[in-house]
């Protein structure tokens, strides 16, 4: 094993002591010196000889590197660091440990992980106090979907943190009986076990318990990684100590993603099947950001464990500060520029770079701050690395789906290599579990990013990839290098609709001949991708497409100023760190589970099971556009969709426990012909319009409505369907009060104008009390010209009405 990789494997494990101590705490296992963290570290390593031996690394030297870390413990100089690499570690330590101040109190094993939404104060609020996050409770044992969500009476104790050193050991029993494992696949193979069993534990309980130990852990071994590498692999201690430049904070960025994403023309274009071919566009471009991040790590000798940040559709790598690693940057951005231009440039890769002093991890916002200026003054030039000879494309036929790239004929219609692609990897995605990165020997179709090529597989790959993510929460390690990542989303497909139905393969086929929406050439297969007039027509009532777009409210604040306080900003990279990977985590992990496994938050979201089947059937029915960073864009049945929400925006607040961490976006209905550039832009027309009436809003239906209202007018809403389906309230009554309110509400009156819809209203009503005089008296509230139900009638309205309504 390289020694770069040794000295960043020491650092990854050079606090897991901290795990087995709370496991054991109060007790003095036999055979060790004491009852330190530092030394149940020692002993862990010990204990696992043959998985480092297996993978070239002396587990005398591991185990001393990795417990020797602690320079200020005078009185015990076993835990000294004493050689280049020991120190390598206590560095690294150091420079990840800026957060670790005052006194905390309690029994460690006792002392729960704080949320980190917690330690945010934005618009002058700050989180819920007194919270802790379980690390072993209903969900399952570690991280695993529906775990991070706090809670006042959070599960500790030695017995959970036994359950969590049970899980460890059983994932590096796997691991050592992997039938090949390299030093990388060790080192992110370990990487994952960590993740999973350490993301809710504390990794310090001496002081603010907010910094998760794994976040710790990873950060620690991504600085003694680029450390080691400046000092090209031999340096002296002194060398080690001395503080200068050693490191590069380099950002990355795709812009123009959402024009790229929704430039698609119709399904004339010949390649067909769009539903499938805009999912596949909005992979490529997460793809891309990935294999450019990845592409950079692996050219200076770095793993993704480097990748320190993610937020916003950026990355954030720790580079050594070295010619090498500088001259990787300057080609990185030659090629992707170039690979843009030939790709029509929609997509415009933006790379930066500053260099970072040791002391920096101190004062880690200005260290942001200079690379969002470079990143910045990056984008005031693209394409700046190509000369004028590469900048000139030469001039061939547009293809014909999205008009960018070159068609691969000079004829009419023909389609350029990307569009063709397109379909195929759209029809993979409903079957694959994994991206692959390779270097070269990719299984085709595979999107050629420069150096690596991205391709989809279903359990593995015929050649290995050099690098995989996993699609889902699945954290077992099996000898080779890979991350989870879910970055595929959901794309409904025929078996969904069928579980929905309750219908078998055959009475799909007649039912989908009879509604016009058969399509001879793809064919029917459960695993077929649902086209959008399907999506629609698997609407409750009117058969339209609901589009959704969601943005988390305040995040640019959060991650600028939320950790600054009047004496000390608060801002270390850990907490940076964590706040984007729980951000992460839920956009891209939790939003997956609620379409796919709904069932998992019934307990949280106080569902009963009528409520839990009937979800569990309708919300696979969803796709996902693209759902990460901090934002989503999802379609599909339009009903479904708007339950969808509701639900989604309720454990988003049980998620951040936050007063000002809201949601804001759009809800809209389309026709399913509807081209998707048009959906796109009426939904970032809606969702500005929801921001610019305070955030934390929905726009729907025409208005833009707190999502606290929705509880009650979702009732008014089951009212009013209850009384047309019983016809003690008939459509035309509920289209009078739509015709009303816009009158009254809409137009521009002044106050007492408006209240000139009183009588109106109170005449129409009289047809209701013809009917049921106590249906009558309940809508007698609709008089109150305060009451929500009056103020948001035509959501209501038009939500049951549509609901009542086939076209």
């Known amino acids: 094993m390289r020694n770069a990789l040794s000295v960043a494997l020491a650092a990854l494990v050079h606090d897991v002591g901290k795990l087995y101590s709370r496991a054991h705490w109060g007790e003095h296992p036999e055979g060790m010196p004491d009852r330190t963290h530092t030394a149940h570290t020692a002993r862990f390593v010990l204990r696992h000889a043959p998985l480092w031996e297996r993978a070239g690394v002396g587990t005398s030297w591991l185990a001393q590197t990795a417990s020797r870390h602690h320079e200020g413990w005078r009185d015990r100089p076993l835990y000294q660091p004493k050689t280049p690499e020991e120190w390598c570690v206590a560095l690294a330590d150091t420079y990840a440990s800026q957060e670790r101040e005052g006194e905390g109190s309690g029994t460690p094993s006792e002392v729960a992980l704080k949320p980190i939404f917690s330690r945010l104060r934005l618009q002058g609020k700050e989180g819920e106090e007194d919270l802790g996050l379980s690390p072993v409770h209903g969900q399952g044992t570690g991280l695993t979907p529906g775990s991070p969500y706090p809670s006042r009476t959070p599960n500790t104790g030695k017995d959970v943190y036994r359950r969590l050193v049970e899980r460890l050991e059983e994932r590096l029993k796997g691991l050592v009986q992997a039938p090949a494992l390299s030093p990388e696949g060790l080192l992110l193979g370990l990487a994952a076990a960590l993740q999973e069993t350490l993301s809710l534990v504390p990794a310090d309980t001496q002081s603010e318990p907010d910094v998760s130990l794994y976040d710790h852990l990873r950060l620690t071994a991504a600085i ?46 010949g390649v067909g099947g769009i539903a499938k071919r805009l999912r596949a566009r909005s992979l490529e471009v997460s793809l891309a950001g990935e294999a450019m991040a990845l592409g950079l790590l692996f050219r200076v000798g770095l793993t993704p464990l480097n990748r320190i940040l993610g937020a916003g559709g950026k990355f954030y790598l720790l580079l050594p500060n070295t010619p090498e690693a500088q001259k990787a940057l300057a080609e990185a951005r030659g090629a992707w520029e170039k690979w843009a231009l030939e790709n029509g ?19 880690f916002p200005a260290a942001l701050q200079r690379a969002h200026r470079a990143l910045a003054e990056a984008k005031l030039r693209p394409l700046s690395a190509l000369t004028p000879t590469e900048a000139v494309r030469k001039a061939l036929r547009p293809c014909a789906a999205c008009g960018l790239r070159p068609a691969r004929k000079d004829e009419p219609g023909s389609l350029c290599l990307g569009c063709e692609r397109e379909r195929e990897l759209g029809g993979l995605l409903p079957r694959s579990d994994r991206v692959g990165f390779f270097p070269d020997g990719a299984p085709k ?112 604040e959060a991650f600028a100023t939320g950790f600054r306080r009047e004496e000390k900003d608060l801002a270390t990279p850990s907490r940076i760190a964590a706040l984007s990977r729980a951000l992460e985590w839920f956009f891209s992990v939790e939003v997956l589970e609620l379409i796919q496994n709904p069932s ?33 864009f999802l379609l599909g049945p339009w ?83 209850r009384y047309l389906q019983g016809e ?39 047809r209701v009390r013809e009917k049921d005089e106590e249906t009558w008296k309940g809508y007698l509230k609709l008089l109150d010209h305060m009451d929500p139900a009056w103020r948001y009638l035509p959501v209501w309205v038009q939500w049951a009405l549509y609901l009542e309504r086939r076209a």
């Open 224 to 269: 003694a990684h680029a450390l080691w590498l400046y000092h090209g692999g031999n340096p002296s201690v002194e060398a080690l100590r001395q503080d200068g430049e050693k490191f590069l904070l380099a950002v990355g960025d795709m812009g123009g993603i959402q024009g790229h994403i929704y430039r698609i023309a119709g399904a004339e274009t």
């Open 345 to 363: 440039a929609s997509l415009l890769p933006y790379l930066a770079w500053v260099p970072l002093k040791g002391e920096d991890f101190r004062r």
């Open 445 to 556: 179709p595979f999107l050629p990013f420069p150096p690596l090529k991205a391709a989809l597989g279903q359990g593995g790959f015929g050649a290995p990839p050099h690098h995989t993510y996993r699609a889902r929460a699945d954290f077992a390690p099996d000898g080779a290098p890979f991350e989870v990542k879910p970055l595929l989303g959901h794309l409904p497909t025929v078996g969904h609709a069928l579980r929905a139905k309750g219908w078998n393969l055959e009475e799909y086929g007649k039912w989908a001949r009879e509604e016009g929406l058969w399509d001879e050439e793809e064919g029917l297969t459960k695993d077929r991708p649902l086209t959008f007039s399907e999506l629609a027509h698997l609407s409750q009532g009117v058969p339209y497409l609901g589009g959704l777009l969601l943005d988390a409210d305040r995040m640019g």
């Open 600 to 632: 998992r938050y019934g307990g949280l979201l106080g569902w009963n099971d009528l409520e839990a089947q009937r979800k569990a059937e309708r919300y696979p029915l969803l796709y996902s556009v693209y759902s990460g960073g901090d934002d989503l």
């Open 639 to 721: 009903d479904a969709l708007l339950d969808f929400a509701l639900d989604l925006e309720r454990l988003y607040r049980l998620y951040t426990r936050h007063p000002a961490l809201t949601l804001s976006g759009a809800f809209l209905l389309f026709p399913p012909k509807t081209p998707v550039p048009q959906m796109a832009q009426a939904l970032q027309a809606a969702e500005k319009r929801a921001k610019g009436e305070g955030r934390g809003r929905l726009f729907l239906f025409g208005l833009a409505v707190p999502w606290e209202e929705f509880p009650a007018l979702r009732a008014w809403q089951e009212g009013l369907r």
């Open 728 to 766: 003690r309230v008939s459509k035309a009554q509920a289209y009078r009060w739509l015709s009303l309110w816009q009158r009254f509400m809409a137009a521009d009156l002044d106050e007492g104008e408006r209240m000139a819809y009183k009588p109106l209203l109170a005449y129409a009503l009289r």
